[in-house]
């Protein structure tokens, strides 16, 4: 019988570089596997440990006894990311250890089971930096659609295109009060990092909404996922900004002329006709003016942040 | 020693209290608490107490509380939570991750009837419900018992051997909001019995590891089999920490169970929590009337002590067993186990009766009604409802 350690613990030898080391079972084009390449980059000397809860962001692990991930981590229920960082980082604080507990999450894991969970840690400020890498479909079980699933998306429950809004996470998180809440995109790498650092820096609880291009689920080809994620971001549908505190607002990129076009043309998961590119950019439009009068109203102050 | 009149919720938060700041020196205490009648004092009691290195986190469920102690756990401290009925219910999903993950927590369960309809009564249904989570489960009849219970399972979980979490119960209002006298274990005591709690693969920076990802059936064998295994040190591990206690506390508290007038007995009765303090009374009137009769209080049911309820029944001829919990289309779930730990011994009968289910006052009358209702079967029936509230 082969000796299998007491508990289900699966080692790698190697130390934080990068978080998320080759061998690992991410799909081809993932956004996972960049943003994770960037987060090792600013967090390499800072002893992450990652609570991370059942979605491809854990399954890319691998099975035991090894694990892709060269950071500690702690695999949790669906809905629990939050509470297990919260314990995770109470004990290191109470014994002055210097590490950053992180959750990196799916949407369904963030907008959907673990809402209750997040916006719990978010309320009590807890010290923890929380990503959710935002693919808008339940990847891991084959995808199916979530909250965080943009209207007109063909999923495998919402056949002919799904018919609901998204829900504005951003907003959820900002009512929350929390020091700092931001949105990345994988094409704009100066973006990302400087938001990674601002996170780093920061201290309480601290969420960053990374829109994920997932090939498996959008029906795109892999290739195309930072070109597709720069097309969300110039045509106004990913909207680039930042919240300080819930209520000081900067916008980090503009929209430009780029149709949407561009952006669904692109993705089998839009093309069954179930929303026309008008009706988005209607919608677009209207969250744009809504963005543009919250940060005329609340803008954060360059000098202050 | 401090004798204390307290509840049973103060005395099981003191005792968690003063177990959580006896890892003051090492890798501290958490907590994750979320109200839930009858056991919500115990939380209130943990919030309001200030510990040298420890966090009691106000989360916003009982999934969350539990999640809370696997984080604080995963992170080496000493870790642990009450709950009730619906809560533990509701709770579930993370009490089986805590015993997969071999995490030593300690949960108080304050035995509730499950819900809706909505009745905060003692029914011992809800932490029975996790019988199948890989978790030590004791129940106590007095606040006494209840403290000494509580230390013992800190220190059975948290043995390098064991590794697994421990659940303590105790019946809803009859123990936890009465009051007793008890011996209220004093700090320096406690930091005596209790070594410092060391999580052997907590998560560390220095030696990162996976903690709860994907496994084949192979290795997944290996875990419940290495948690069955566990289990099965329970007695001897339990037995040293009796001992143990007893040096340091002067009284010895029950272990698996406590046989009392069964070597010579015709009948046996079987019961739990306070049940078994109402039938200790009731036994103890026969005897004096010169009837062969005999008890056993239940107190450790994960792991099941089949051996011994074997050897503790021996060759008497009939066994009673009282059970306020009920699986539907099933029967009483203290009678299942039993009726497995007798399976070898086909002359004894084993009659399980249903009875104050729902917070129903089981009272010395009552008990009486059985043992004589018991005497007068020659062969075993399906559970017998023992309706007491309607009466
Ligand atoms: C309580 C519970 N319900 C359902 C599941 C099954 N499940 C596992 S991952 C998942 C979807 C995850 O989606 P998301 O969070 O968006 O991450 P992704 O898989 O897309 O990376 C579901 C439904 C589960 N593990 N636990
Ligand atoms: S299904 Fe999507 S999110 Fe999951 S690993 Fe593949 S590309 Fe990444």
Same mark, same amino acid.
């Given at each position: 019988m082969n000796v299998v350690p007491l508990n289900m613990n699966a080692n790698c030898d190697t130390t934080c570089d990068p978080v998320l080391r080759a061998g690992n079972t991410n799909c081809a084009g993932c956004g996972m596997s960049i943003g994770l390449q960037w987060f090792s980059e600013v967090f390499r000397d800072s002893?992450?440990?990652?609570?991370?809860? *059942?979605?491809?962001?854990?399954?890319? @692990?691998? @099975? %035991?006894?090894?694990?892709?991930?060269?950071?500690?981590i702690a695999a949790t229920t669906f809905a629990s990311a939050a509470a297990v960082a919260t314990g995770l980082r109470s004990v290191a604080l109470m014994n002055t250890e210097e590490n950053v507990t992180v959750c990196w999450a799916g949407d369904g894991g963030t907008y959907d089971i673990g809402l209750a969970t997040l916006s719990a840690a978010a309320e009590r400020n807890e010290d923890i930096i929380y990503i959710c890498y935002d693919n808008e479909i339940y990847g891991n079980t084959g995808g199916q659609r979530s909250s965080a699933t943009p209207e007109g998306v063909v999923t495998s429950t919402t056949t002919s295109g799904k018919s609901e809004r998204k829900k504005d996470i951003m907003a959820i998180m900002a009512a929350h009060h929390i020091p700092y809440a931001a949105t990345l995109s994988v094409a704009h790498r100066e973006d990302f990092i400087r938001k990674l650092e601002i996170?780093?820096?920061? &201290?309480?609880?601290?969420? !960053? $909404?990374?829109?994920?291009?997932?090939?498996?689920? #959008?029906?795109?080809?892999?290739?195309?996922?930072?070109?597709?994620?720069?097309? +969300?971001?110039?045509?106004? !549908?990913?909207? $680039?900004?930042?919240?300080?505190?819930?209520?000081?607002?900067?916008?980090?990129?503009?929209?430009?002329?780029?149709?949407?076009?561009?952006?669904?043309?692109r993705q089998r998961r839009y093309t069954k006709g179930s929303i026309l590119a008008e009706e988005l950019t209607q919608l677009i439009d209207a969250r744009w003016q809504k963005l543009k009068r919250i940060v005329r109203a609340f803008p954060a102050d360059d000098n202050k942040v | 020693m401090a004798r204390k009149l307290v509840s049973g919720n103060q005395a099981a938060g003191h005792t968690l209290a003063v177990a959580g700041e006896a890892n003051r020196e090492a890798r501290g205490c958490i907590c994750g608490a979320y109200p839930i009648t009858p056991q919500t004092e115990i939380i209130e009691f943990l919030r309001a107490y200030e510990f040298t290195k420890g966090r009691v986190v106000p989360v916003e469920s009982e999934h969350s509380a539990m999640a809370v102690c696997m984080g604080g756990s995963l992170a080496g401290a000493r870790s642990v939570t009450a709950s009730s009925s619906n809560g533990l219910a509701y709770m579930t999903e993370n009490v089986f991750a805590a015993g997969y993950y071999r995490l030593p927590i300690v949960m108080i369960a304050v035995n509730r009837t499950l819900g809706p309809p909505w009745n905060i009564w003692v029914d011992q249904g809800d932490s029975l419900m996790l019988?199948? *989570?890989? #978790? !030590?489960?004791?129940?106590?009849?007095?606040?006494?018992?209840?403290?000494?219970?509580?230390?013992? @399972?800190?220190?059975?979980?948290?043995?390098?051997?064991?590794?697994?979490?421990?659940?303590? @119960?105790?019946?809803?209002?009859?123990t936890s909001h009465t009051q007793m006298g008890v011996d209220l274990p004093e700090q320096e005591l406690v930091d005596r019995f209790l070594p410092h709690c060391i999580v052997p693969h907590r998560l560390r920076s220095d030696h990162p590891t996976t903690i709860g990802g994907l496994t084949w059936p192979k290795e997944t064998e290996h875990h419940r089999i290495e948690i069955q295994r566990a289990m099965e040190r329970v007695p001897e591990v339990l037995a040293e920490a009796i001992s143990e %206690?007893?040096?340091?506390?002067?009284?010895?508290?029950?272990? $698996?169970?406590?046989?009392?007038?069964?070597?010579?007995?015709?009948?046996?009765?079987?019961?739990?929590?306070?049940?078994?303090?109402?039938?200790?009374?009731?036994?103890?009137?026969?005897?004096? *009337?010169?009837?062969?009769?005999?008890?056993? &209080? +239940?107190?450790?049911?994960?792991?099941?002590?089949?051996? +011994?309820?074997?050897?503790?029944?021996?060759?008497? *001829?009939?066994?009673?067993? $009282?059970?306020?919990?009920?699986?539907?289309?099933?029967?009483?779930?203290? #009678?299942?186990?039993?009726?497995?730990?007798?399976?070898?011994?086909?002359?004894?009968?084993?009659?399980?009766? !249903?009875?104050?289910?729902?917070?129903?006052?089981?009272?010395?009358?009552?008990?009486?009604?059985?043992?004589?209702?018991?005497?007068?079967?020659? &062969?075993?029936?399906?559970?017998? #409802?023992?309706?007491?509230?309607?009466?």
């Amino acid at each position: 019988m082969n000796v299998v350690p007491l508990n289900m613990n699966a080692n790698c030898d190697t130390t934080c570089d990068p978080v998320l080391r080759a061998g690992n079972t991410n799909c081809a084009g993932c956004g996972m596997s960049i943003g994770l390449q960037w987060f090792s980059e600013v967090f390499r000397d800072s002893k992450p440990i990652l609570a991370i809860p *059942a979605c491809c962001g854990i399954v890319t @692990a691998g @099975a %035991f006894p090894t694990s892709a991930y060269s950071v500690p981590i702690a695999a949790t229920t669906f809905a629990s990311a939050a509470a297990v960082a919260t314990g995770l980082r109470s004990v290191a604080l109470m014994n002055t250890e210097e590490n950053v507990t992180v959750c990196w999450a799916g949407d369904g894991g963030t907008y959907d089971i673990g809402l209750a969970t997040l916006s719990a840690a978010a309320e009590r400020n807890e010290d923890i930096i929380y990503i959710c890498y935002d693919n808008e479909i339940y990847g891991n079980t084959g995808g199916q659609r979530s909250s965080a699933t943009p209207e007109g998306v063909v999923t495998s429950t919402t056949t002919s295109g799904k018919s609901e809004r998204k829900k504005d996470i951003m907003a959820i998180m900002a009512a929350h009060h929390i020091p700092y809440a931001a949105t990345l995109s994988v094409a704009h790498r100066e973006d990302f990092i400087r938001k990674l650092e601002i996170a780093k820096k920061t &201290k309480g609880f601290r969420f !960053l $909404l990374m829109l994920s291009p997932c090939p498996t689920g #959008w029906k795109s080809e892999p290739e195309d996922g930072v070109d597709l994620i720069r097309y +969300a971001v110039r045509c106004g !549908l990913f909207p $680039l900004y930042e919240v300080y505190d819930g209520d000081r607002y900067r916008i980090n990129v503009e929209r430009d002329q780029t149709s949407i076009e561009e952006y669904i043309t692109r993705q089998r998961r839009y093309t069954k006709g179930s929303i026309l590119a008008e009706e988005l950019t209607q919608l677009i439009d209207a969250r744009w003016q809504k963005l543009k009068r919250i940060v005329r109203a609340f803008p954060a102050d360059d000098n202050k942040v | 020693m401090a004798r204390k009149l307290v509840s049973g919720n103060q005395a099981a938060g003191h005792t968690l209290a003063v177990a959580g700041e006896a890892n003051r020196e090492a890798r501290g205490c958490i907590c994750g608490a979320y109200p839930i009648t009858p056991q919500t004092e115990i939380i209130e009691f943990l919030r309001a107490y200030e510990f040298t290195k420890g966090r009691v986190v106000p989360v916003e469920s009982e999934h969350s509380a539990m999640a809370v102690c696997m984080g604080g756990s995963l992170a080496g401290a000493r870790s642990v939570t009450a709950s009730s009925s619906n809560g533990l219910a509701y709770m579930t999903e993370n009490v089986f991750a805590a015993g997969y993950y071999r995490l030593p927590i300690v949960m108080i369960a304050v035995n509730r009837t499950l819900g809706p309809p909505w009745n905060i009564w003692v029914d011992q249904g809800d932490s029975l419900m996790l019988r199948d *989570a890989p #978790w !030590l489960q004791f129940y106590t009849e007095s606040h006494q018992d209840l403290v000494d219970t509580i230390l013992l @399972a800190f220190r059975v979980a948290e043995d390098p051997r064991i590794l697994l979490p421990a659940m303590v @119960a105790m019946d809803g209002f009859v123990t936890s909001h009465t009051q007793m006298g008890v011996d209220l274990p004093e700090q320096e005591l406690v930091d005596r019995f209790l070594p410092h709690c060391i999580v052997p693969h907590r998560l560390r920076s220095d030696h990162p590891t996976t903690i709860g990802g994907l496994t084949w059936p192979k290795e997944t064998e290996h875990h419940r089999i290495e948690i069955q295994r566990a289990m099965e040190r329970v007695p001897e591990v339990l037995a040293e920490a009796i001992s143990e %206690f007893e040096e340091i506390f002067g009284r010895r508290p029950h272990g $698996l169970l406590s046989a009392e007038h069964t070597e010579d007995a015709d009948v046996i009765l079987v019961a739990s929590n306070s049940m078994a303090r109402t039938l200790r009374g009731v036994v103890e009137s026969r005897r004096e *009337a010169g009837e062969k009769i005999g008890m056993i &209080k +239940a107190k450790t049911f994960r792991p099941f002590p089949r051996e +011994a309820f074997e050897s503790a029944v021996g060759k008497t *001829a009939k066994v009673g067993v $009282l059970d306020r919990n009920h699986s539907p289309g099933s029967g009483g779930i203290f #009678w299942q186990e039993i009726v497995t730990s007798l399976r070898n011994q086909p002359d004894t009968m084993v009659q399980d009766y !249903l009875v104050g289910l729902g917070g129903g006052d089981v009272t010395p009358e009552i008990l009486h009604e059985i043992v004589d209702d018991l005497i007068s079967r020659s &062969k075993s029936v399906e559970p017998v #409802w023992k309706e007491v509230a309607s009466r």
